[in-house]
């Protein structure tokens, strides 16, 4: 069996690329159990509902770590004893890191769920009504049947107790030290002592204050809780965890021949870690919207909408190393490592000590374990509640039927920002400073307008031969504008600039000298598909043991502008029951180019990583850098205009 493939920090790949292996057969039943049950009860002015909604659902699959069970060979370019191309490396066999799952297990996970509820829809008056309701969310905590969940906890490690490796593997000390058994010895079942009790309170309102039909006047507010899904802080998270299931990463391997054993514990473990306490994530919504109905029966509505999510999802690695105080720091402002300071960890002719040495060594592709604060493991990643988002919108919408044209309009003017799009969100760099990527949502997209219309064409309309021939035809279409999502430049040369062995982060990002949507010196690249859509000679290689300060989705992809058509004509013929019909459709119809989403192909892409920085500033702008390299040159394209002619017989 083959293993996984990763070429790293090569620019001569814009920045590497991936073979991974396929992953089937693979395990997974989801029997779900649900029962519900509603009342209606009108009493006076008041419509009264309630009932209750139960869940009993599992969820019984393979380890999700299934794909390394081949193992995972790191081929890095920029790491002390590469050739300096992965490629080369993964020729010659000069192995970065190697790490592999040892075996593949079936789980079996359940949880419950009771949801009782009430709601009153109360007419105030002919005017007036209002909304108003609870629901309680009575959450059950995810549960493995068979008790094969083991999570590792902080407070259970013993530093006395940390296992030590060799060359040869455990010297001494316990390799599942902070490791515990959900639902064994005095361990809640699902490692979580739960929060059960969860009210969600909902008001809304329906106003018309002339009494005439033609304005409404609408508010809600609500909350609404979330019991999560498999691939958050729960025991389905925990499958595939040590020490049934055991997962080893090695670093700097001479050959393919001195590759370990995935059979004992070789190395230290990559371990998942959740709290140890249930804590639901939970949106609070709220909208406030006007709709007039307007002269000529235009109906205008307007509405302010806004959401905050609580306690959502993120992970971080809680075994990354500390980042180096700036006052700790050997560089200057402005200097990034160079080549020659891997070679003798020196920095401006000054040997590198204590943790500054300790940082540089991982920088330069040294394995992090020793340094890591909680010794004997590797990566700890802590999935936890404590993501946060904040979104706020306008919103128009219009609507004209004329004799013969229907005519709609939507627009939305929004923001969205978090400091997690989602739990993969890869797109930090500091396990302990979330708050600094707060920015701008990876989906958030501030203007949103899209104009529909109906035509049906004013020719022939009196029936007869001509009619039927020649009229009847209706022309229809969309018209959508749709500003760019944000995305992320990071830096792939010393991609762990900091030196922090961040394994689920970006690494690091490039510095900012100037403004990046200034035009660049040169748009057109021989031999690069599309312009430089940004000026790349604003960033530069980051100061050496920094993370750089370009920051999480400082830019936009470009904006989409686009037409759609369709013509269509109903041809009955001569009975009720048959007809013809005939459509013609144009997507894009006037071939406009629309440039994919700038990180479509990853968010380390090498549409949107640094990998070159030379000249006197070290900038990625610089020629020898443009020169074939696709950074900030769009990934590609959508469609091209497409026509599509359809015919359908009825009868």
């Known amino acids: 069996l083959l293993p996984n493939i990763s070429i790293t920090d090569t620019a001569e790949y814009g920045g590497g690329f991936n073979a991974p292996t396929g992953y089937f057969p693979w395990n997974n039943a989801n029997p779900t159990y649900t029962y519900k049950d509603n009342v209606t009860k009108i009493w006076g002015t008041h419509n009264l509902y309630f009932g209750a909604y139960f869940v009993a659902a599992q969820k019984n699959e393979d380890n999700s770590n299934f794909q390394d069970a081949q193992g995972t060979l790191t081929f890095n370019g920029s790491a002390t004893g590469s050739t300096g191309n992965g490629f080369a490396d993964f020729l010659i066999g000069n192995i970065y890191s190697f790490d592999q799952t040892n075996q593949i297990l079936k789980y079996y996970n359940r949880y419950k769920i009771l949801e009782p509820y009430i709601q009153d829809d109360w007419h105030v008056t002919r005017k007036l009504t209002l909304n108003l ?31 030590i490796y060799g060359a040869n593997g455990l010297v001494s000390g316990n390799p599942f030290d902070g490791i515990v058994q959900c639902g064994a010895s005095g361990v809640p079942a699902g490692c979580l002592k739960n929060h059960l009790f969860n009210p969600a309170p909902r008001i809304g309102f329906a106003y018309d204050p002339t009494g005439d039909g033609k304005t409404a006047i609408r508010g809600g507010y609500g909350i609404f809780f979330e019991h999560t899904n498999g691939n958050e802080a729960n025991t389905e998270s925990l499958e595939g965890s040590a020490p049934l299931v055991q997962n080893i990463t090695v ?3 001479p050959t393919y021949t001195s590759i ?111 340094f890591r604060p909680y010794q004997g493991f590797e990566n700890i990643t802590a999935l936890e509640d404590q993501a946060n988002s904040i979104y706020n919108a306008l919103q128009v919408s219009a609507r004209r039927n004329f004799s013969h044209l229907t005519l709609s309009l939507a627009y939305t003017w929004s923001h969205s ?59 229809s279409g969309l018209v959508t504008y749709q500003s760019g999502i944000p995305f992320t430049v990071v830096n792939q040369s010393f991609s762990d600039n900091a030196g922090v062995g961040n394994s689920l982060g970006a690494g690091s990002y490039p510095d900012l000298v100037g403004n990046p949507n200034t035009t660049p010196r040169q748009t057109n690249v021989a031999g690069v598909l599309g312009p430089l859509l940004y000026n790349p000679s604003v960033f530069v290689a980051p100061t050496g043991l920094t993370f750089g300060d370009a920051g999480r989705n400082i830019l936009n992809s470009p904006a989409r502008t686009n037409f759609d058509m369709g013509l269509f004509k109903h041809f009955p013929l001569h009975s009720e029951t048959r007809a ?40 990625a702008g610089d020629p020898s850098c443009i020169a074939n390299s696709e950074f900030l040159h769009p990934p590609g394209a959508h469609n091209p205009r497409i026509l599509q002619l359809g015919l359908k017989l009825i009868f």
């Open 251 to 253: 670093y700097n391997i």
């Open 133 to 163: 309701g609870v629901r309680v969310s009575l959450y059950g905590t995810y549960r493995e049947k068979y008790k094969q969940a083991y999570n590792w906890e902080p407070n259970a490690y013993d530093p006395a107790a940390a296992p």
């Open 260 to 370: 370990p054993s995935s059979a004992g514990v070789s190395g230290p473990l990559n371990v998942l870690s959740i709290p140890n306490r249930a804590i639901w994530p939970y949106i609070q919504q709220w909208n406030f919207s006007l709709q007039h109905e307007m002269p000529s029966h235009i109906v205008l509505t307007t509405a302010y909408a806004g959401s905050k999510g609580t306690h959502l999802t993120d992970q971080r690695d809680i075994n990354q190393l500390y980042p180096l105080a700036a006052g700790q720091n050997p560089y200057l402002p402005g200097q990034p490592i160079g080549a020659n300071d891997c070679s003798t960890l020196t920095v401006n002719g000054n040997p590198v000590t204590g943790q500054a040495l300790n940082n540089l060594s991982v920088a330069c592709g040294a394995d992090p374990a020793p």
């Open 417 to 475: 920002i978090d400091n997690f799009s989602d739990r993969a969100d890869g797109t930090f760099v500091n396990s302990y400073d979330l708050n600094a990527t707060r920015a701008s949502s990876n989906f958030d997209q501030r203007h949103l307008l899209d104009i529909s219309y109906v035509y049906d064409l004013p020719f022939f309309t009196r029936s007869g031969f001509l009619h039927t021939a020649f009229g009847g035809w209706q022309w």
């Open 580 to 619: 013809l019909e005939f459509r013609a459709e144009a997507f894009n119809v006037f071939n406009h180019t629309q440039w994919l989403p700038m990180n479509a192909n990853g968010t380390t892409s090498s549409n949107v990583a640094a990998a070159c920085y030379a000249g006197p500033n070290n900038s």
